[in-house]
């Protein structure tokens, strides 16, 4: 790793921490028996995946059935949004436009398909959910709805409220995913006492493998299989298992756990003295999103007046070695803008950086980043 770079750009993804890598490696190397084998060999690493689901799952406070391992947080959310309508006999599907691209082109393309019929709830200023005209939209339903907002917002931060929406739906019988990938690791989950159906989780957002995630799938939901082919997650997803991936999920998210307090305080405490070092220093800029409020302790976004020289802004920082995102990182090749700043502010005459922040990072590392945006400013 380059010693000198400064990452901050963990909401995109995070470093494999070497505890989890170590949990992993007897997978990567000897004990590598397919875990569908009735041998021994094999039984033995079918054990290593159930102990991580029972270890998961407990975490969450959530049934051991109840979770699914997948390749990630896409494959998650797809899953859980077809199978509402393929198999919960959902007819329309409220969103939002701020949501990822995981979810917003899933539902757009059954949209296209006339499969379901889209509505988009109303955002307020802050970029928040209005919880108000979500429940207007339920209550004027003809049909069964799904109700997929995310949890918190990989761009803003914005964090939604899961337990009054979960409530919506359960007075107006409708379906609840909610796209965790952001916070899943980064905030404790109480499962049984959330009105929720379906959530969604990936190890490289906390420090584990990438390519590895979860669904969980609330026990009174049947869905069927989106992955035919073999038995395996109980027949739900066919496919030989991505042992090491799901050894090192659950060693993850078992260490995120166990540092959730003194980690939650210390990056919560980077992201405000960065805020108020960018107050300092470069009056006339903007956050996005309730950035101080209900929001998550990673992310931080801010928006400058746009320049001669802060419209290369993103370039120039990769230039100097620090990595922070432009809106989202899932935007690949030329930079197509955010769909989530375009929602909630639409100002052409700003230039947008999502800086985003893990254990690992330092308060010396705030200082070089901010003394280097004066210079590029």
């Keep these: 790793m380059n010693t000198n770079r400064i990452y901050f750009d963990n909401a995109a993804t995070t470093s494999l921490d070497p505890h989890v890598l170590e949990s992993m490696m007897p997978y990567l190397t000897n004990k590598f028996g397919n875990p569908s084998s009735i041998y021994s060999y094999g039984r033995e690493t079918r054990m290593a995946i159930e102990a991580a689901r029972k270890s998961v799952a407990k975490l969450l406070n959530a049934h051991p059935a109840e979770i699914f391992f997948t390749s990630g947080g896409t494959e998650s959310s797809n899953t859980a949004i077809h199978a509402a309508v393929n198999d919960l006999g959902c007819r329309h599907i409220i969103t939002s436009s701020i949501e990822h691209h995981a979810v917003l082109h899933t539902v757009e393309n059954l949209g296209t398909q006339e499969r379901a019929k889209v509505s988009y709830v109303k955002l307020l200023s802050d970029g928040h959910i209005d919880l108000e005209d979500l429940e207007r939209l339920l209550a004027s339903s003809e049909s069964k709805s799904l109700v997929t907002l995310m949890h918190a917002n990989n761009e803003i931060g914005n964090m939604l409220d899961m337990q009054a929406t979960g409530n919506l739906c359960k007075l107006y019988n409708a379906i609840f995913h909610s796209d965790t990938v952001q916070t899943v690791g980064h905030f404790p989950f109480d499962l049984r006492n959330t009105p929720v159906h379906f959530i969604t989780g990936a190890a490289h957002k906390f420090h584990g493998p990438k390519g590895v995630g979860i669904l969980y799938i609330n026990e009174n939901v049947k869905i069927k299989p989106f992955m035919h082919g073999g038995a395996q997650e109980r027949n739900m997803r066919a496919g030989t298992e991505n042992l090491y991936g799901i050894v090192g999920f659950a060693s993850a998210l078992e260490m995120a756990t166990k540092r959730y307090e003194e980690d939650s305080?210390?990056?919560?405490?980077?992201?405000?003295y960065m805020h108020d070092e960018l107050c300092k220093q470069f009056p006339g800029i903007t956050f996005n999103g309730d950035v101080l409020g209900k929001s998550l302790y990673t992310v931080l976004n801010v928006s400058f007046p746009k320049t001669e020289k802060s419209e290369m802004l993103l370039f120039n920082l990769d230039i100097n070695n620090i990595c922070a995102s432009g809106g989202?990182?899932?935007?690949?090749?030329?930079?197509?803008?955010?769909?989530?700043?375009?929602?909630?502010?639409?100002?052409?005459?700003?230039?947008?950086?999502r800086f985003s922040f893990s254990r690992h990072n330092t308060k010396p590392q705030v200082d070089e980043v901010i003394s280097k945006l004066k210079e590029l400013i």
């Design 265 to 272: 305080a210390f990056i919560g405490s980077l992201k405000h």
């Design 328 to 353: 989202s990182a899932c935007t690949s090749g030329a930079d197509q803008g955010s769909h989530v700043i375009r929602a909630i502010n639409n100002n052409p005459n700003q230039v947008t950086v």
